[in-house]
């Protein structure tokens, strides 16, 4: 039996942070995901709640924004829906506004603006048992009066405190119709806006409510003109008439709102908040040190180094366990189809060799978001996006560009759908095409292949981490000038004001770090199942066809004297060469030959143009078959620190040299290898010409980056 | 023709053609404003207003 219709429509807004989604779940019922950062809530949810005395309401979950003034089209969305201006959609008729009960005055800056709307209103003080601890005192009643007597409810909805206060609240506001105090504008600000509302009526024939004609009098980069259809011509003088107005008054009308809803909040919170002594004190103190202009960013690179050199040190032996597995087990399959050889290379240098090659990082991956889980959940990682937009702000993009760039170091997709939050399209451009540079969770098996085989053996475990780090942030140290060069000289985006939410310092919980662990694990095994397991097929398919069965009597005439060992070698070495992949290689290796790519790296890049991580269970297949039965037995890590180059000027010397091994992992974190990713930024940016754009520039800063990079290292340290 | 080879190519021939039917997906997900997937992502947005 379905659900009756619901009695009343309930509105839940409030800042970003405020548990806002948490008291959504534990109003309704229904299971939703709560993050952190602008992009998560970005639809609309609604559930069905039951306030206890026969009625049901459909409450739905806004996204988080700080002001009313907000114009990204996530925010838009809220300030329509209040307004009552989506099409099906019901006005609501009571808004629940969740509060930070330990940062009132900022989150009732919010509450002042809604004032205008008209609307009942309940103001709930969520995470009331964090305000305790910090040894706040809270009187709502007086709240509550000096708030034009709308219900004021203390609640901890992480802990299920508080929520049948909440329901009983938003029952009687219904009841009551009780209205948050307008805010009272000094004259000179009064009469601007009564003037403006009067020119939008006699220019477009439409009402503008009051709250409408304050954002056409206080926001730079409002979209409601455009909305209104208000000629430009006209509406540029009415607008700069009525901010001149505001001007003789004595205020800035840019800076006016707050200065005027803050004075009023300070006069209303006056004897409404206790403070005593708790735990507020030790996170500004930690703050001070992790926040600091020079320390916090050498911090930060220490706990990075830290980071990494924990995932290679705890994840060697699982791996190596691993590793043996994959050995074992094509010890057992190999001889069980002696008598069908093709399929017996399909399924051990093909399969094994290339899926095996590709799950020996999964420790490493297990690991790494156990240490990213740990960060996030007590609170750092937004301590360290803090540093990092100080970075961002120099290059000119929009503060809000930092959560796609920082979403972008898992992966490119989200990063660009979070790009919506921001407002100004030209910045919303100008983040789309850099997110790409920031160092995806994809590449991070390829640099963990090349410092696992090169790097650690060669130079100790401690450049094994630094290469790690310098390889994350060799994308941002090319997306910085090239953000600057768009949004300074091409786009010419201005910049723009921007909040970022500070939480407080907490333990992480064990169970939320281990459920993200498992699903990071869980879509890299299931990746490995499904895109590289029938990419690898393919690659495999690739390097064994045709098969010319006169190259075993070729190798032998041209070796008479050599063992049979290293006749089946040379023998499989010879098949691979003529293969479709192995000519192919060799056709194009040319191109990446100033990089130090031979043609089996060449075919490792080429292949992984749909998907980056494809390079490792490619070297995987290519090396497998390519070395025979020695390799076979062996690691694909070992097969390419054997690997030599067969003629030419560099005839005798390692393939992966030092600086071949560099230009690689340079040039995977600058070339815009990843199908999806450039599909979706076409989506993002309404056309195809900014993701060709990308592609385009992303391959050759690539190419040039990692040649140069090879030439200058061959030269300092040339190979043995 | 070999058994052998008969094998090789339905399971090549199966992995290309499933590739294929997920980039198709993954496409006509995209024109519907949603996540093109492969990021594991559970990010699901409406289409653009």
Known sequence: ?720 | MSLDFVLVCAFVGAATGWLVRRWIAAARRRKEGGCAGGCGCATKVGKKG
């Not at chain 1, 009625?55 to 002001?67: A, F, H, I, M």
């Not at chain 1, 006016?256 to 735990?279: I, Q, S």
């Open chain 1, 1 to 720: 039996m379905s659900d009756p219709a619901p009695n009343l429509a309930v509105a839940l807004v409030g800042n970003p942070n405020t548990g806002k989604s948490t008291l959504f779940n534990a109003l309704t019922g229904l299971r939703q995901r709560v993050g952190n950062y602008p992009g998560v809530t970005v639809a609309r949810k609604s559930g069905l709640c039951d306030l206890g005395d026969g009625r049901k309401v459909e409450l739905v979950d806004l996204p988080g924004l700080y002001s009313l003034a907000a114009a990204s089209p996530d925010e838009q969305v809220v300030t329509d829906a209040l307004a009552g201006k989506i099409a099906g959609e019901r006005v609501p008729d009571v808004i629940v506004l969740v509060a930070d009960a330990t940062n009132l005055l900022r989150n009732l800056f919010l509450a002042s603006q809604l004032a205008e709307l008209g609307r009942p209103a309940v103001l709930v003080l969520n995470q009331a048992d964090v305000a305790r601890e910090q040894g706040l005192r809270i009187d709502t009643a007086q709240l509550s009066a000096r708030l034009g007597g709308i219900p004021v409810v203390l609640a901890s909805a992480w802990k299920g405190e508080g929520v049948a206060d909440v329901r009983r609240a938003i029952a009687r506001a219904a009841d009551e119709r009780r209205l948050l105090p307008p805010v009272v504008w000094p004259a000179n600000i009064a009469a601007a806006l009564a003037e403006l509302t009067r020119a939008v009526a006699a220019d477009t024939g439409s009402a503008v409510s009051s709250a409408e004609a304050q954002r056409l009098l206080f926001d730079t980069n409002a979209t409601l003109p455009e909305r209104l259809g208000w000629d430009k011509e006209r509406r540029d003088p009415a607008i700069r008439a009525a901010r001149e107005q505001v001007r003789r008054s004595g205020y800035n009308p840019l800076a006016a709102e707050p200065l005027v809803h803050y004075e009023r909040l300070r006069k209303a919170l006056e004897d409404v908040v206790t403070e005593g002594t708790g735990r507020a004190g030790r996170t500004a103190a930690v703050d001070r040190l992790l926040l600091h202009r020079v320390l916090g960013p050498i911090l930060f690179l220490g706990i990075m180094l830290g980071m990494f050199a924990s995932v290679f040190w705890l994840a060697k032996f699982p791996m190596g366990w691993i590793q043996a597995g994959v050995d074992a087990l094509k010890g057992v399959v190999g001889p069980s189809l002696d008598a069908t050889p093709m399929l017996q290379s399909l399924v051990t240098d093909g399969l094994l060799g290339g899926v095996g090659a590709f799950l020996v990082f999964l420790p490493q991956i297990l690991i790494l978001f156990l240490f990213v889980g740990l960060l996030e959940d007590s609170g750092y990682m937004a301590r360290a996006a803090f540093i990092m937009d100080r970075l961002f702000s120099w290059c000119g993009l929009n503060g809000k560009s930092f959560v796609p760039m920082l979403s972008g170091f898992a992966c490119a997709i989200p990063g660009l759908l979070s790009t919506r939050t921001i407002e100004d399209p030209k910045a919303r451009l100008a983040t789309a095409f850099v997110v790409p540079f920031m160092s995806c969770s994809a590449r991070f098996p390829v640099y963990a292949l090349m410092c696992a085989a090169f790097i650690g053996p060669l130079y100790g475990p401690g450049w094994e981490s630094a290469v790690m780090v310098g390889m994350h942030c060799v994308g941002l140290l090319f997306a910085v000038p090239t953000a600057f060069v768009l949004t300074r000289l091409v786009l010419k985006v201005k910049p723009q004001p921007f909040v970022l939410e500070l939480p407080r310092y907490q333990l992480p919980k064990p169970r939320d770090v281990l459920w993200r662990m498992w699903q990071n694990a869980a879509e890299f095994i299931s990746k490995a199942g499904t895109v590289i397991f029938a990419i690898t097929l393919i690659v495999w398919a690739l390097s064994y066809f045709p098969r010319d069965p006169g190259v075993a009597d070729r190798v032998r005439a041209a070796e008479p004297t050599a063992s049979a060992e290293v006749l089946a070698a040379r023998t499989q070495a010879a098949y691979i060469e003529q293969s479709w992949m192995g000519r192919f290689g060799k056709a194009v290796q040319p191109v990446f030959d100033p990089c130090g790519f031979d043609w089996k790296i060449t075919v490792g890049v080429l292949a992984s143009f749909p998907a980056r991580e494809v390079i490792v269970s490619t070297l995987g297949v290519t090396y497998s078959v390519g070395e025979g039965a020695e390799a076979d037995s062996g690691h694909l890590q070992q097969a390419m620190r054997d690997a030599k180059w067969s003629a030419g000027p560099r005839a005798g010397t390692p393939i992966f040299s030092l600086a071949a091994v560099l230009a690689l992992m340079v040039f995977f974190a600058l070339c815009s290898q990843c199908g999806p990713t450039v599909a979706t930024l076409a989506q993002e940016t309404g056309g195809w010409r900014w993701a060709v754009g990308s592609f385009l520039y992303m391959t050759a800063l690539a190419w040039i980056v990692a040649a140069l990079v090879y030439q200058l290292v061959s030269r300092l340290a040339p190979p043995a």
